[in-house]
């Protein structure tokens, strides 16, 4: 990356999963970043997207190691306990629903309010987090896949909102809802083809766009190939 300086400090969340370890591997080999740390269920026991205590307990474990310049939130479940995407509206039970808002939305807005005090405060700095072209209302074409939808659309409006708060004190914070393609991972398997993107080319693709994003009031949605995606 070559906005945020020649010796930049990286945070991963999720960095267990396909894309947060390709993201790991990215920026360990970037000249530019100073350092990478991790937070995970291996590096952190204990965390859990679905115990605030949790969150705040790993970000003050790391406050000491920053400030950070980027921070990526790779988490994120598409099958919960089992249950994959509902193909019918038949198909939506609350738990189900109420699992993935706590994890794909709650829980990674929980993780912004943590961490944003251990981004940069005066310099540019990037808060990125994976969103998924099906949260976006606008370009819902196709119904199906409730929970997962909702939850999408409900992490961008906080993560939005958030991020217009943020920037009256931070004005050089970038923060941006990402959708990585559709990827090859454990997560995506029973629900994509021989044409996925590998881990390695879409984090390639999203720290790309993440450079060239520009600072704003409110938080950006764009594709791993940088093209706006409409909320």
């Not at 807005?109 to 005090?117: G, I, Q, S, Y």
């Not at 976006?136 to 909102?161: E, F, P, Q, V």
């Not at 393609?181 to 790309?208: C, D, W």
């Amino acid at each position: 990356m070559n906005s945020l300086g020649a010796a930049y400090r990286a945070l991963v969340v999720g960095s267990s999963g396909a894309i947060g370890s390709a993201f790991v591997h990215a920026l360990q080999l970037d000249p530019a970043c100073q350092e990478v740390l991790c937070i995970s269920r291996q590096t952190h026991p204990g965390f859990d997207l679905e115990a605030e205590a949790s969150i705040a307990t790993a970000a003050a474990a790391l406050a000491e190691a920053g400030p950070f310049h980027l921070i990526v939130d790779a988490t994120g479940a598409l099958t919960i306990d089992t249950q994959g995407p509902e193909k019918s509206l038949n198909a939506l039970h609350a738990e189900s629903l109420h699992k993935s808002l706590a994890v794909n939305a709650v829980g990674p807005a929980l993780l912004f309010k943590h961490l944003l005090p251990l981004l940069e405060p005066k310099q540019r700095a990037i808060y990125a987090k994976l969103s998924a072209r099906v949260g976006s209302i606008t370009d819902n074409r196709k119904g199906g896949w409730y929970s997962y939808r909702a939850a999408k659309a409900a992490l961008n409006m906080l993560l939005h909102t958030a991020a217009i708060e943020a920037a009256r004190k931070r004005p050089h914070l970038v923060v941006a809802a990402l959708q990585p393609g559709t990827v090859a991972s454990a997560l995506s398997q029973p629900f994509v083809g021989s044409g996925a993107l590998s881990p390695e080319t879409s984090v390639t693709g999203m720290l790309k766009a993440l450079d060239e994003l520009p600072a704003c009031s409110g938080a950006h949605f764009v594709d791993y190939q940088g093209q706006a995606i409409p909320w």
